[in-house]
């Protein structure tokens, strides 16, 4: 009887026994099958070498398959992924530079936690997408991004003028800092989605109360702020990038201020350790490590009977290290009971939003069984918690949308760590028992 092999694999290469028992145990046929040994001339690795000639893609040729990568990918959690899976497939003639693989890393960073040859996906994946945007091989919902971006300064495609259209009919007062004519100890980096999207809104409006309530002399850029460009940047559209940055940087520049506070971790990121290298160097905080420093101050006295666990943001928490300020503000809510998911701080699982993969879920959907953020919010309502806290604005969106395709929505609520604690100050209208 002729056995089946992989199409890939020559039939003259497989060696196997038709009858064989080892201690009483028939292993005769494909159960003993072994493979002869295949030397790295067996393969074409022209694939591979395209990429590993890459000004950042060097680390893809030093993987040796040992896979520790694969078990902690994300997306291999909900389909077929991981560095050591895409190596394989580059010494197989995958063209990465136009397969959808190139698009599904969210570029968390728990490949490269764990790899013991630092295998960078961080610095691959936008190296090969730069060639692809360069060669017009973007998929469609990012392309409409990258021109929003480009056109308005926000991925929303929202006019700049109304980003400051949030504070309006505010009961506290949010300056501008064009107007206020003088230096602020605190410049907030308001961001997009808090500044445009509905429940991004909520989060801003409830962190100003916050921030009012501990007396912060604060501003906002308004109009003058565009997209901090990190997202962009990782989604391979680096001239965008720079344009982004090289704006920020002469607004920013131009006033003077003590912190740079930003509400997303992906700004954060990007004045950390992008926009250095540009000329614009800030003492930058998330709002997070300002509210954690501030703790002592806030006299939160509202009882907020919620069970809560948390989801690290993976810009804050691996890519940064920070992972005590949000839980720290988490445990200090008066009435609060706060349990972990099983995935958290170093091992925490990826909402799906980083790398430019916050606007490709439909390309996620021709490859995956589900969202990485329906994933997460399964995981979330597995710990019985009745809320999921969360402090990026990618994810409130995310998980929400997340909640209701997976027929949570009597079971989790998602909320900004701005909002609970606003309610357990009394200064807003969100139900704290």
């Known amino acids: ?16 026994l038709e009858h064989a028992v080892i201690d009483d145990m028939d292993i005769s ?99 090969v997408r730069k060639e692809a945007v360069l060669a017009g091989g973007v998929p469609a919902e990012l392309q409409d991004v990258f021109e929003k971006t480009a056109r308005y300064g926000n991925p929303l495609g929202q006019n700049a003028k109304r980003r400051a259209a949030w504070t309006k009919g505010l009961d506290v007062e949010v300056p501008l800092i064009s107007e206020l004519g003088r230096k602020v100890d605190v410049l907030w980096w308001v961001s997009d989605y808090p500044a445009y999207h509905p429940r991004g809104i909520d989060a801003s409006r409830a962190l100003a109360r916050v921030l009012h309530h501990l007396g912060v002399d604060f501003a906002i850029l308004g109009a003058e702020e565009r997209h901090d460009g990190d997202s962009m940047l990782r989604a391979g559209e680096t001239g965008l990038f720079e344009m982004l940055a090289e704006h920020n940087i002469e607004v920013l520049n131009n006033y003077e ?42 006299g939160l006295s509202e009882t907020i009977d919620r069970t809560i666990t948390f989801h690290d943001p993976c810009y804050l928490g691996r890519h940064n290290g920070e992972y005590d300020a949000p839980r720290s503000l988490i445990d200090a809510l008066p009435g609060s009971e706060f349990v972990e998911m099983w995935r958290n701080r170093e091992n925490g699982y990826c909402c799906g939003g980083g790398g430019g993969g916050m606007w490709l879920d439909g390309l996620a959907a021709d490859n995956q069984s589900m969202r990485l953020s329906e994933k997460r919010v399964l995981e979330a309502v597995e710990t019985g918690a009745d809320t999921l806290c969360v402090v990026c604005p990618y994810e409130v969106s995310r998980f929400e949308d997340a909640v209701k395709s997976t027929n949570n929505d009597d079971k989790l609520e998602v909320l900004d760590i701005a909002e609970l604690l606003a309610a357990a100050l009394g200064l807003s209208n969100a139900q704290v028992g």
Not at 4 to 11: D, S
Not at 94 to 115: G, H, I, P, Y
């Open 1 to 16: 009887m002729t056995s089946k092999v992989n199409p890939k694999v020559e039939p003259d290469h497989v060696l196997e």
């Open 257 to 298: 201020f003590d912190v740079l506070l930003t509400t997303d971790p992906h700004a954060y990121n990007a004045f950390l350790h992008e926009y250095p290298q540009r000329g614009g160097t800030y003492n930058v905080v998330h709002y997070t490590q300002f509210l954690e420093q501030r703790l002592d101050e806030l």
């Open 29 to 127: 046929g494909h159960w003993n099958r072994m493979f002869e040994q295949r030397v790295i001339f067996d393969y074409d690795i022209g694939q591979l070498d395209r990429v590993t000639d890459l000004d950042g893609g060097e680390s893809m040729g030093w993987c040796y398959q040992c896979g520790q990568c694969v078990p902690v990918c994300p997306v291999d959690h909900v389909g077929s992924y991981g560095p050591r899976k895409i190596f394989r497939n580059l010494q197989l003639g995958q063209d990465l530079f136009t397969d959808d693989d190139l698009w599904l890393c969210t570029t968390c960073a728990n490949c490269l936690r764990v790899c013991p040859k630092e295998v960078d996906m961080l610095q691959i994946m936008p190296a």
